[in-house]
């Protein structure tokens, strides 16, 4: 084993299923991992693939350079993309340290929405009809004009959580907007700030993601999948999802690549689409330039992207990655319940709709293909060590109640 591959790799975001995933993942290749949570209920710290394990201070430059030190580390990977944007500004501060992270300006593209979807529009790749208000604009004219329904998000979320906040107002990452008045009702909540959301018409069609490591122009590692599930219904988290075969769709893994090549990515990123199979269209949403919420699928179908960007970089391995396996879903319980519930509490639905799926949901459980974010055979503590937080939560949450 060289120098590099003994030392200690810290994965910054150690609280969440992706976290989690991208320590498993590099333990099973034998790389020992510090596991850096934001506190003690993390539940990365409780699997067999962490070897140690410390709380994450802010900002990281008052604090990560004296931690590589003391740990002698030999990269870092993060999860979050605030934790990214803060790694790309202390590249070539760290020493020998490598800093897995995209560089600053690549980063900033694929955060600002509106940038990506105006390099993939002059690519050809289909996007949704986009409207970013401007102050002085009159935004009920245009708003009695748009497509319904909508959907409003924020162009590049980072930049605006502390306005937000100061303002007391929550940041959302998407609402939607059946007509008019609801739009109009969304927007003034942002008036006092003087900044709003992208509006977007809505897409037909369902979750399909596309992930790829990129490296010098080319894919190196490719995996896709599609959302069964999400939490919540309207969109968010995908809580179920399946493996898709790479032959499936090659046509736009090949655009998705030439997307990523044109902004001159590096590492790993999923491109999001809204595929409608009955009319053949792709509408790009968005490309997540970090590792993703579906990240257990890959892992469980032996698509290592974590593993990739890391033996590629630190231990310069460039023979090709195995195919992955697309004979496996995988299913994040918690959020996938709250689907459950909110479908058996919706009245609109018929009543045999609604036994129908909750049927399904609970065979969902039987089939022999279903993995999971959390739970693995292979490391059963962080699903305890996730059951004793969410516990501990319960129980504060219910002391401080009235």
Same mark, same amino acid.
């Given at each position: 084993?060289?120098?590099?591959?003994?030392?200690?790799?810290?994965?910054?975001?150690?609280?969440?299923?992706?976290?989690?995933?991208?320590?498993?993942?590099?333990?099973?290749?034998?790389?020992?991992?510090?596991?850096?949570? @934001?506190?003690?209920?993390?539940?990365?710290?409780?699997?067999?693939?962490?070897?140690?394990?410390?709380?994450?201070?802010?900002?990281?430059?008052?604090?990560?350079?004296?931690?590589?030190?003391?740990?002698?580390?030999?990269?870092?990977?993060?999860?979050?993309?605030?934790?990214?944007?803060?790694?790309?500004?202390? @590249?070539?501060?760290?020493?020998?340290?490598?800093?897995?992270?995209?560089?600053?300006?690549?980063?900033?593209?694929?955060?600002?929405?509106?940038?990506?979807?105006?390099? &993939?529009?002059?690519?050809?790749?289909?996007?949704?009809?986009?409207?970013?208000?401007?102050?002085?604009?009159?935004?009920?004219?245009?708003? &009695?004009?748009? &497509?319904?329904?909508?959907?409003?998000?924020?162009?590049?979320?980072?930049?605006?959580?502390?306005?937000?906040?100061?303002?007391?107002?929550?940041?959302?990452?998407?609402?939607? &907007?059946?007509?008019?008045?609801?739009?109009?009702?969304?927007?003034?909540?942002?008036?006092?700030?003087?900044?709003?959301?992208?509006?977007?018409?809505?897409?037909?069609?369902?979750?399909?993601?596309?992930?790829?490591?990129?490296?010098?122009?080319?894919?190196?590692?490719?995996?896709?999948?599609?959302?069964?599930?999400?939490?919540?219904?309207?969109?968010?988290?995908?809580?179920?999802?399946?493996?898709?075969?790479?032959?499936?769709?090659?046509?736009?893994?090949?655009?998705?690549?030439?997307?990523?090549?044109?902004?001159?990515?590096?590492?790993?990123?999923?491109?999001?689409?809204?595929?409608?199979?009955?009319?053949?269209?792709?509408?790009?949403?968005?490309?997540?330039?970090?590792?993703?919420?579906?990240?257990?699928?890959?892992?469980?179908?032996?698509?290592?992207?974590?593993?990739?960007?890391?033996?590629?970089?630190?231990?310069?391995?460039?023979?090709?990655?195995?195919?992955?396996?697309?004979?496996?879903?995988?299913?994040?319980?918690?959020?996938?319940?709250?689907?459950?519930?909110?479908?058996?509490?919706?009245?609109?639905?018929?009543?045999?709709?609604?036994?129908?799926?909750?049927?399904?949901?609970?065979?969902?459980?039987?089939?022999?293909?279903?993995?999971?974010?959390?739970?693995?055979?292979?490391?059963?503590?962080?699903?305890?060590?996730?059951?004793?937080?969410?516990?501990?939560?319960?129980?504060?949450?219910?002391?401080?109640?009235?």
């Amino acid at each position: 084993m060289s120098q590099t591959a003994s030392r200690l790799v810290a994965v910054l975001g150690a609280d969440s299923p992706i976290g989690l995933t991208v320590i498993r993942e590099l333990g099973g290749h034998g790389v020992p991992v510090l596991a850096l949570g @934001k506190n003690s209920d993390s539940i990365s710290r409780y699997s067999r693939h962490a070897r140690d394990f410390a709380v994450i201070e802010a900002p990281l430059a008052e604090w990560l350079p004296a931690l590589v030190r003391e740990k002698n580390l030999a990269a870092i990977l993060a999860i979050s993309e605030h934790h990214l944007i803060e790694l790309a500004e202390l @590249k070539g501060t760290l020493g020998d340290c490598l800093v897995l992270a995209p560089d600053s300006d690549k980063l900033a593209i694929v955060l600002d929405k509106r940038r990506t979807l105006e390099i &993939a529009a002059r690519l050809g790749l289909a996007v949704p009809e986009t409207w970013q208000p401007l102050p002085h604009e009159d935004f009920a004219r245009r708003a &009695a004009v748009l &497509a319904y329904p909508v959907a409003v998000k924020w162009p590049d979320p980072n930049t605006v959580a502390g306005s937000l906040d100061a303002l007391g107002i929550a940041l959302e990452k998407v609402e939607y &907007a059946a007509h008019a008045p609801a739009l109009l009702g969304i927007l003034a909540r942002y008036n006092r700030m003087g900044a709003w959301p992208l509006v977007q018409t809505w897409c037909p069609g369902e979750g399909l993601g596309q992930m790829l490591h990129m490296a010098n122009g080319k894919a190196t590692l490719k995996f896709q999948h599609r959302r069964l599930r999400e939490w919540p219904p309207t969109g968010g988290v995908s809580s179920f999802c399946e493996a898709v075969p790479l032959a499936r769709h090659a046509g736009q893994m090949e655009r998705s690549e030439a997307l990523l090549r044109t902004i001159g990515w590096e590492g790993p990123a999923m491109v999001e689409y809204r595929f409608d199979q009955k009319t053949g269209t792709y509408w790009l949403m968005e490309i997540n330039g970090r590792f993703w919420g579906s990240l257990p699928l890959a892992w469980h179908c032996g698509a290592h992207f974590a593993w990739e960007t890391y033996r590629r970089r630190a231990l310069c391995q460039n023979d090709p990655a195995p195919l992955p396996r697309s004979n496996r879903k995988a299913r994040y319980v918690f959020p996938d319940v709250k689907h459950l519930v909110a479908i058996i509490r919706d009245e609109s639905l018929a009543i045999a709709g609604r036994i129908k799926f909750a049927v399904r949901f609970l065979l969902d459980f039987l089939d022999p293909r279903v993995r999971y974010y959390v739970w693995s055979s292979s490391d059963p503590l962080p699903l305890l060590g996730d059951v004793k937080g969410a516990l501990g939560r319960r129980l504060k949450t219910g002391r401080r109640a009235p």
